[in-house]
């Protein structure tokens, strides 16, 4: 529910510093809609009233309690009389229950080896907890998702210029909370973060709401969020999911719903990033503003022809090894559903003379897996949808079910498997897979999290070290 809109200009009720005070005096006033000032984070109780009143006024009311609180004299009665609810007096730090208890809105290792993350999305909001190890795993990751209890996903529609920010900031602060209450995690030690997918979505809808979204989750919850590009999520996925022996032989590629990204390393070990502005959803959205009279698979195929190989021809032509490297990991939406109606059952298996790679983590795909998901999207719904499942174990056979019942009824449309299924052809065709070892990462899902929160750790250490 929306909040009343207050407002603030820096006047204290009883005239003294409080912890959470940023900016100390008097400041331009400002409209709020959260518990607490975006300027100053004075919460709405510790503020004398608003600026509606007289400035002249709340000065002399601010004045005359430093005084009186300087003789030594109660100055809450006499305060209070202008106060429009005096049983609403602040207490001199704000509530825990808000969130806003935190003295930084940067990340700080305070204690623990566990971190929150809270991913702001176009189809919602996600939060993960993220273990620090003391060293590298058997899959080459030093941060991985803490699986002890499931953060429950609050599904707000953040893209859609006529959904209220509050919704999208309530969802945020319940997962906030949520990671806090529940793993006992400083507040400093969790990141909030837009995706490049919903902050291309607002620039193209409703470009003044970005600014909002960020303002009210930092009065919400006392942390500064960040949108990403789309090329920064790239190189945060490839951080994410790479293992460390694997770092100059992989090109990740992450076909996500508002558009596709990745990044490999170069030759000086930096990161080369990549995007296009398509992705399942928005490619299927394109091929229907397009298909005229003809059939979408026909109308699918002319626009992967005209609009999306010669993107990927000319990003390869400037960064050459996007189509170089050896191995290939694939990860987004569509890609964990041609793993899941293709390669439903694999197996564990170790590779000789590397440090262990499960195939629970790794699963490999071929060109003739892309065509057969192709050819069933496009021509055989029912085979699609019914993988052989006769070599899975009994725990396995009841996930890769619901996984299926979930992708044809709650996450793909028939066009959007069918779009999806050209994107990944796409690749396939410039990126030569046919010659290269190609993986879907299952792990993927929470490359990103991971890859944003390295990342930001990298900067505690190199502030440290400075």
């Not at 912890?19 to 008097?26: A, D, M, R, S, V």
């Not at 906030?176 to 995706?195: L, T």
């Not at 979408?296 to 990003?315: D, G, H, R, Y």
């Not at 009841?398 to 990944?424: H, M, P, R, Y």
Request: aromatic residues 8%.
């Amino acid at each position: 529910m929306q909040q009343n809109k207050w407002m603030c200009n820096g006047i204290v009720e009883d005239g003294q510093q409080h912890p959470n005070q940023e900016l100390q005096g008097i400041h331009k006033p400002y409209n709020n809609y959260g518990n607490d000032c975006v300027i100053c984070h004075l919460t709405q109780e510790q503020v004398v009233g608003d600026a509606s009143k007289s400035p002249f006024k709340a000065i002399a009311i601010s004045l005359l309690a430093g005084i009186l609180a300087a003789l030594g004299v109660g100055c809450r009665a006499v305060v209070s009389s202008s106060s429009p609810n005096p049983s609403a007096s602040a207490s001199a730090s704000p509530s825990k229950e808000t969130g806003n208890q935190c003295s930084t809105d940067k990340l700080v290792k305070k204690s623990g080896n566990l971190f929150g993350a809270v991913e702001v999305g176009s189809k919602g909001v996600k939060g993960k907890v993220i273990q620090e190890l003391a060293t590298l795993n058997e899959d080459g990751a030093k941060l991985v998702v803490f699986r002890k209890e499931k953060i429950e996903d609050r599904n707000v529609n953040a893209a859609d210029p006529n959904s209220k920010s509050a919704t999208i900031v309530e969802a945020v602060k319940s997962t906030f909370q949520d990671i806090q209450k529940r793993f006992n995690i400083s507040c400093e030690q969790i990141v909030i973060y837009g995706s490049s997918g919903l902050a291309e979505e607002l620039a193209k809808k409703a470009p003044q709401k970005k600014e909002v979204i960020v303002q009210e989750v930092r009065q919400a919850t006392g942390r500064m969020m960040k949108f990403i590009t789309s090329e920064e999520e790239g190189s945060f996925i490839f951080d994410g999911v790479v293992p460390a022996w694997r770092l100059n032989e992989t090109i990740v590629v992450d076909i996500g719903s508002g558009n596709t990204k990745g990044a490999y390393l170069d030759s000086n070990n930096k990161h080369i990033t990549f995007s296009f502005p398509f992705g399942t959803a928005a490619f299927t959205k394109e091929v229907k503003q397009s298909q005229g009279n003809i059939d979408f698979t026909k109308a699918a195929e002319n626009a992967k022809q005209k609009e999306l190989i010669p993107q990927i021809v000319s990003e390869v032509q400037r960064k050459p090894g996007m189509q170089n490297l050896s191995r290939v990991y694939l990860s987004g939406g569509i890609s964990w559903a041609l793993s899941t109606l293709t390669k439903p059952c694999s197996k564990e298996y170790i590779v000789i003379g590397k440090p262990q790679e499960r195939l629970d983590s790794f699963v490999p795909i071929s060109s003739e897996d892309i065509k057969t998901f192709y050819y069933n999207a496009t021509q055989d719904p029912k085979a699609l949808f019914n993988p052989d499942l006769s070599n899975c174990s009994a725990e396995r056979r009841k996930e890769v079910q619901e996984d299926i019942a979930n992708i044809k009824t709650k996450i793909f449309s028939g066009d959007e498997l069918i779009a999806g299924s050209e994107i990944l052809r796409a690749f396939n065709q410039e990126l030569n897979f046919s010659g290269k070892q190609v993986f879907f990462v299952r792990s993927a899902k929470d490359a990103l999290p991971i890859g944003y929160l390295k990342q930001q750790l990298e900067k505690v250490e190199e502030d440290a070290d400075q």
